[in-house]
């Protein structure tokens, strides 16, 4: 009978092993689909997309990556002491009056979202007697951050004058739905503006992005939610993408149900025959969301396994009826999401997205980091 095996022995009912090994596969994956001359950086925002700023980033500087993009300044302060002053940090927030000097003295460099940011940073730059790095983004149909049409008019090269123009970059809205037009126009007001800075490289696409085609790569890629093992914008993805992040729960309690009673909370779910049911040491406390009340699955024994009734804090219960009497004991553990139960799928079953399941993880439950730690000894001692 199939039993999952830990790396290590958990502290709590809840586990989650992060396989660096796999994150710099994804990079080094991705990095082969694209031109030579293109660059693929690392979006680690949201302190690595959940799994940790510092390990996150010093892997994928170990497998290559030279650019990094975060989303506030604090994180790039973070960042820059992980990796050191070589990488190039972005922050896509863009600059905030009062913090020039973090990005001055720190070397980093910002996404200039506005008219007014753009003012600002030249002027900056103007009076520090010096070119500052900058990013100019445009926006192309996020209706987020970035340079709407009407600044992109007022804007004049006197505007930029005294930066140095890192990179053109806009955001596609659309990626993940590679049929969907609004790429394609996004694509070609994009370039149309360009145009107007043809010195400057260009970025405009994300994980979803890099699937559309040579001509979305440009200069440099952004992925992010691809280095994590989503393979959100083609499932054909999946065998060349592996999951960084697994997720277990522990099974506390065996037991029957009669038919016709609840489980759970506000009674959602009804036994409609006698069965068997196990309840696992994991719940939306630890970011397994409640969304997945009587629609999630688990993988225990060797099967797929419903979850039933409402998820609470710190449990949540499956049905079992269907397991071999020998497959599922106290103490046994469970995968909540990892090879068997793919993120993209636990994502479609909450009806979220993948980049909200990996944000949400706890930091309640006992954490494994497979090789970062080996990792880092090679690198204190080269």
């Given amino acids: 009978m199939h039993k999952i095996q830990l790396p290590f022995k958990p502290l709590s009912p809840s586990a989650i092993v992060v396989d660096f090994d796999a994150l710099a596969h994804n990079y080094n994956y991705l990095k082969s689909l694209l031109a ?127 930066l140095e123009l890192k990179f053109m970059m806009s955001h596609l809205a659309c990626a993940y739905e590679s049929h969907n037009a609004m790429n394609q126009q996004q694509l070609e ?23 559309l085609g040579e001509r979305y790569h440009m200069d440099m890629v952004r992925p992010g939610l691809c280095l994590y093992g989503s393979a959100l914008p083609t499932e054909a993805e999946r065998v060349n993408l592996k ?34 049911i196990a309840t696992l040491g994991i719940g939306y406390g630890d970011g397994y969301l409640r969304n997945l009340s009587n629609k999630g699955q688990i993988y225990l024994g060797g099967h797929r396994v419903p979850v039933i009734g409402r998820v609470s804090m710190d449990l949540l219960t499956v049905d079992i009826t269907d397991l071999p009497e020998d497959a599922c004991h106290i103490g046994d553990w469970a995968e909540v999401m990892g090879d068997h139960i793919h993120i993209d799928d636990v994502a479609k079953m909450a009806d979220t997205a993948p980049w909200e399941l990996l944000t949400s993880l706890s930091t309640r439950s006992h954490r494994y980091y497979n090789s970062y730690e080996l990792n880092k000894t090679k690198r204190e001692a080269s």
């Avoid at 145009?195 to 994980?207: F, G």
């Avoid at 506390?252 to 609840?262: C, D, I, R, T």
């Fill in 36 to 162: 030579p001359h293109t660059i693929c950086s690392a979006v680690v925002k949201c302190d690595g997309y959940g799994i940790g700023l510092t390990m996150t980033s010093s892997t994928l500087q170990d497998a290559g990556c030279e650019h990094f993009f975060v989303a506030s300044i604090d994180e790039a302060l973070d960042l820059r002491s992980t990796l050191g002053p070589e990488p190039d940090i972005f922050v896509l927030s863009g600059i905030r009056e009062g913090d020039e000097d973090h990005y001055i003295t720190q070397n980093i460099t910002p996404v200039l979202n506005a008219l007014p940011q753009v003012q600002l940073w030249n002027e900056t730059a103007k009076i520090k007697q010096r070119p500052l790095p900058a990013i100019l983004h445009f926006d192309t149909g996020m209706m987020r951050t970035g340079l709407k049409p009407d600044e992109f008019g007022q804007l004049g090269l006197t505007h930029v004058s005294n």
């Fill in 189 to 211: 007001l994009f370039d149309n503006w360009r145009r107007s800075y043809p010195i400057a490289p260009a970025s405009l696409s994300n994980s979803g992005g890099i699937f």
């Fill in 243 to 276: 999951p960084v992040v697994k997720v277990y729960a522990q099974v506390l309690q065996v037991g029957p149900l009669m038919k016709g009673h609840s489980v759970g909370y506000d009674g959602t779910y009804v036994a409609h025959r006698p069965s068997r």
